[in-house]
């Protein structure tokens, strides 16, 4: 069967380290990067006789990401034991929530090449992170080729959000997108610092393949704890090859967790899946349910900022913007405070717009700054919007003046003055270098009139250049045109 054939079916676990001060039912910090086992304490580390308690803080940033994810917020959930033996899991046993978690029904839009699509979210739970494996000894850092390995606590017990989209996703694009559109979230609402490499956020991904047109989804297997929305594509793309080439030979695909080897670029077997009832959830004997006020879960929601997508939609509305162009410039908050200051002080915000988009995206990413770096506020940099769409410098002369202005905060109408730029836009000043261009060059005149209407770049670039670049190019053109084609 042709590769096309088949259907991708695809849910992403997603999770996400709440940037709370301490972890979740002790008083160890969270901070990233201490030497190993240095925040930890009898009650992280499952020691007898310690009992958790539950962080206040933690609770508080999951129901604002439930909010955020269109869940229902629960006003009765409680903490489980979720069974299993691991070297970092030092209580074997990891807390988490069952089947009464504090968030569930929600949803998230995303947008595609085909336009917006939602993705169901069935729940949105707290849990405790894991401590870490450090596997030594090997080339690779990986557990196969490792000679051993040691545990670092430091990290068990960090409070976890697990955000589980439903089997809605049916690309390595979508999955993309619902990742950015997610992470967007988080940054907005303040709750984690999605720092992938510190494994702030990390995503699991459940896979499965189906004849296209067929309601029954395949066997699926999860591929395990990827820390790069790229290694996410890369593995779902994988995957699919590789279930399909499965079924193909006629043999089934067998349901386990796998994990991405990035030097080879495929995933490759870890361990057979495991099932609910293979963990023997018991709810939490130690910790009390949580039980949340309605006053208190609507108090959260209306200390939410605007949302990436209600944002998206009032710029395009309120500022002209292309659904892409709002898109690029509400994917960060700070990216999108930037603009509207700055829009609401243009005449022209989609001018702000691509200035922000183009010219300063490119100097920002070669000279490797952030928007606090720059030596330029919204107001200068309307100056120079205002300057180009008054026809004072074309845009040739616009480029010049804005590297003035990223690279020495100059003020863009003191450059124009400074430099002489100012564009000549006087109709008799250019139709009289028009004239002179075409008496010194009768045989291009010829050319044109003979079909070469192509040779009209040529003389334009003759104007330009005696002007200096001074000269209105697009009067130039008008002009050239008008004579020669009366």
Not at 469 to 485: F, R, S, T, Y
Request: glycine share 8%; with cysteine.
């Amino acid at each position: 069967m042709a590769f096309e054939d088949y259907e991708p079916v695809i849910g992403l676990e997603v999770h996400c380290e709440l940037k709370t001060a301490t972890k979740l039912f002790c008083g160890c910090p969270t901070t990233f990067g201490n030497e190993a086992n240095t925040q930890v304490c009898p009650v992280c580390l499952g020691l007898p006789g310690t009992l958790p308690v539950m962080n206040g803080k933690a609770v508080e940033f999951a129901v604002k990401i439930g909010h955020s994810l269109n869940c229902s917020i629960a006003d009765y959930s409680k903490m489980d034991r979720k069974n299993y033996y691991y070297p970092d899991l030092p209580k074997a046993y990891q807390v988490s929530q069952y089947d009464k978690p504090l968030n569930y029904g929600g949803h998230l839009d995303i947008v595609t090449k085909e336009g917006t699509k939602r993705i169901g979210v069935t729940r949105a739970h707290l849990e405790e992170d894991a401590g870490k494996l450090v596997h030594a000894g090997g080339k690779s850092g990986r557990l196969d080729s490792s000679d051993y390995s040691l545990a670092d606590y430091n990290r068990g017990g960090i409070p976890l959000v697990e955000i589980v989209s439903e089997p809605d996703i049916r690309s390595s694009e979508e999955a993309h997108a619902y990742l950015t559109a997610l992470k967007s979230i988080l940054l907005y609402i303040d709750v984690s610092d999605c720092n992938m490499e510190e494994g702030s956020l990390r995503c699991d991904a459940n896979v499965s393949i189906r004849k296209k047109g067929t309601e029954k989804f395949g066997t699926r297997t999860e591929i395990k704890n990827m820390n790069s929305f790229k290694f996410v594509k890369q593995a779902i793309e994988y995957e699919i090859k590789r279930q399909a080439a499965v079924l193909d030979k006629g043999e089934r695909v067998i349901q386990e967790s796998r994990l991405w080897d990035v030097t080879e670029n495929k995933t490759k077997s870890m361990r057979s899946k495991e099932e609910a009832h293979d963990y023997r959830y018991f709810p939490e004997p130690d910790l009390v349910p949580i039980i949340l006020d309605k006053a208190y879960v609507q108090k959260l929601k209306a200390e939410l900022p605007e949302l990436p997508g209600a944002k998206r939609t009032r710029f395009e509305k309120d500022y002209g913007l292309t659904a892409y162009d709002a898109g690029v410039l509400t994917a960060e908050q700070e990216l999108a405070q930037w603009f509207e200051v700055g829009a609401k002080v243009t005449k022209n915000p989609k001018g702000f717009a691509n200035w922000m988009m183009g010219d300063m995206a490119a100097q920002m990413k070669e000279q490797e700054k952030e928007l606090k770096d720059l030596k330029f506020d919204q107001k200068k940099l309307a100056e120079l919007v205002d300057l180009v769409d008054a026809e004072t410098i074309n845009s040739k002369q616009a480029k010049e003046v804005f590297l003035e202005l990223f690279n020495e905060g100059a003020s863009p109408a003191e450059v124009v003055k400074t430099k002489g730029m100012a564009q000549v836009s006087d109709p008799k000043a250019i139709e009289a270098a028009v004239d002179k261009v075409l008496a010194e060059n009768p045989n291009v005149v010829v050319d044109y009139k003979g079909g070469k209407q192509g040779v009209i770049g040529f003389l334009v670039g003759k104007v330009m250049q005696a002007s200096q670049g001074k000269a209105n190019p697009k009067m130039v053109n008008e002009i050239i045109k008008k004579k020669l084609d009366s």
